[in-house]
């Protein structure tokens, strides 16, 4: 089960870290220089936070958990520092859940989870109907 954990968290960050660091680097331009050229952009804020969390639903909790994912969803895409806030569903087993998260710094991330809407349906009312939850916080490697 382990290694399963461990090829899980891999794939999940080849298959997000690309689209991420294209949505940060576009949602950014407030930290961004000016381009020396069309394909060039500096970002000047290297504390930038991706979160992928993979939740895993009790069996007939899926509508619940999404109806209230929507509203964490809708409320944390206003947040100052938030650069997204995608939600997927596993082809395979549509009761996991994969949640790629972007803050602008450390700061952002953690008033995140200060929100009321965090506390009030993440921890409260979703965090009951998971049978499991990681949660991995990263910042992106310039290669």
Same mark, same amino acid.
């Given at each position: 089960?382990?290694?399963?954990?461990?090829?899980?968290?891999?794939? #999940?960050? %080849?298959?997000?870290? #690309?689209?991420? #660091?294209?949505?940060?680097?576009?949602?950014?331009?407030?930290?961004?220089?000016? $381009?020396?050229?069309?394909?060039?952009?500096?970002?000047?804020?290297?504390?930038?936070? +991706?979160?992928?969390?993979?939740?895993?639903?009790?069996?007939?909790?899926?509508?619940?958990?999404?109806?209230?994912?929507?509203?964490?969803?809708?409320?944390?895409?206003?947040?100052?520092?938030?650069?997204?806030?995608?939600?997927?569903?596993?082809?395979?087993?549509?009761?996991?859940? %994969?949640?790629?998260?972007?803050?602008?710094?450390? +700061?952002?991330?953690?008033? +995140?989870?200060?929100?009321?809407?965090y506390h009030e349906?993440? #921890?409260?009312?979703?965090? $009951?109907?998971?049978?499991?939850?990681?949660?991995?916080?990263?910042?992106?490697?310039?290669?």
């Amino acid at each position: 089960m382990k290694n399963n954990k461990v090829i899980f968290t891999i794939v #999940l960050f %080849i298959m997000f870290t #690309l689209d991420g #660091l294209a949505q940060t680097q576009k949602m950014m331009t407030q930290n961004l220089d000016a $381009p020396t050229n069309n394909s060039q952009m500096i970002i000047k804020d290297s504390s930038v936070i +991706h979160v992928f969390a993979r939740w895993e639903v009790k069996e007939g909790q899926l509508e619940h958990v999404l109806n209230f994912l929507k509203i964490v969803h809708d409320e944390s895409i206003k947040e100052n520092g938030n650069l997204f806030y995608q939600v997927h569903q596993s082809k395979s087993d549509p009761n996991t859940i %994969i949640l790629f998260e972007g803050y602008s710094n450390e +700061h952002a991330f953690e008033e +995140h989870k200060k929100s009321l809407h965090y506390h009030e349906y993440v #921890l409260r009312k979703i965090i $009951p109907l998971l049978e499991d939850r990681e949660v991995i916080v990263t910042t992106p490697v310039n290669l």
